[in-house]
């Protein structure tokens, strides 16, 4: 996505988050494979310039090569650093993802019970997986212990319970577009994916849904982004 776009779209987010409150609630930044706090500085000031007295927060841990972590491992980790800061936000916090984050963000909001996140956002975040074969599905759930078992396409005892915590955001915010140029196919960061003929599949017309499928959704006047309402 091109920096100009981003900025387009994150504008837009921007007035969302705010839409339904007087005050700025706090931001959490989680970032991405390689990448660590010192890459969001521009962010956080980006934010910070267009709602004075914003706390923004980037998580500082598994930064830049520490982020080839197992994720399951990360989860685990980030998830006593998130909980701590929302501990201090009683009126919720916004929750921005990038990348891998927004994986890792996504099992973090199903994890955590009584969480008070109101908005997550993910950026160019292979939601769906990332490209494989889609003739191989079987050995994908078999092997696969995580996007699976977050993403519903596969029965466990947890499911129920990952499924309430997660459903308890108010709104989520997913941006991805064609010159994403690394996440295959890109319309992974909505949850689409290839079915066995390799055409894209949109979230709401898989076979087996997200979790999340109970969520309205529906699209934003840019292409690049949709939003669903929980």
Same mark, same amino acid.
């Given at each position: @996505?091109?920096? +100009?776009? !981003? ?6 987010? +921007? ?18 494979? /390689?990448?660590?706090?010192?890459? !969001? ?12 007295? $914003? %706390?923004?927060? $980037? ?13 399951? $491992? ?6 006593? =650093?998130?909980?701590?800061?929302? &501990? ?11 990348? #891998? ?18 908005? /997550? ?5 292979? =939601?769906?997986? #990332?490209?494989?074969?889609?003739? &191989? ?9 995580? =996007?699976?078992?977050? %993403? ?12 309430? &915590?997660? =459903? #308890?955001?108010?709104? @989520? ?17 909505? /949850?689409? !994916? ?8 949109? @979230?709401? &017309? ?18 690049? @982004? ?5």
């Amino acid at each position: @996505m091109s920096p +100009l776009l !981003f900025l387009q779209v994150f504008l837009q987010v +921007l007035l969302l988050l705010v839409s339904s409150s007087e005050a700025y609630k706090p931001v959490i930044i989680v970032h991405g494979l /390689f990448d660590g706090p010192d890459d !969001f500085i521009n962010l956080t000031d980006f934010i910070q310039e267009t709602h004075p007295g $914003t %706390n923004v927060t $980037t998580l500082d841990m598994y930064d830049y090569w520490k982020s080839l972590t197992p994720l399951w $491992t990360q989860v685990e980790g980030l998830r006593s =650093l998130l909980e701590a800061k929302l &501990n201090q936000s009683e009126e919720g916090a916004h929750l921005i993802c990038f990348s #891998q984050g927004g994986v890792i963000c996504r099992a973090l909001l199903s994890v955590i019970p009584n969480h008070n996140i109101h908005t /997550f956002i993910a950026l160019s975040s292979p =939601l769906a997986g #990332q490209f494989g074969d889609p003739h &191989n599905r079987d050995l994908y759930l078999e092997k696969d212990d995580f =996007l699976p078992l977050i %993403n519903g396409e596969t029965q466990h005892k947890d499911l129920p319970e990952w499924k309430k &915590n997660f =459903l #308890q955001i108010k709104k @989520m915010v997913l941006i991805g577009g064609p010159d994403d140029g690394v996440i295959t196919p890109w319309q992974s960061s909505l /949850f689409g !994916f290839y079915n066995k003929k390799r055409e894209v599949v949109e @979230m709401k &017309n898989q076979e087996v849904s997200p979790a999340l499928y109970i969520c309205v959704f529906f699209p934003s006047p840019s292409s690049a @982004m949709a939003i669903a309402a929980c």
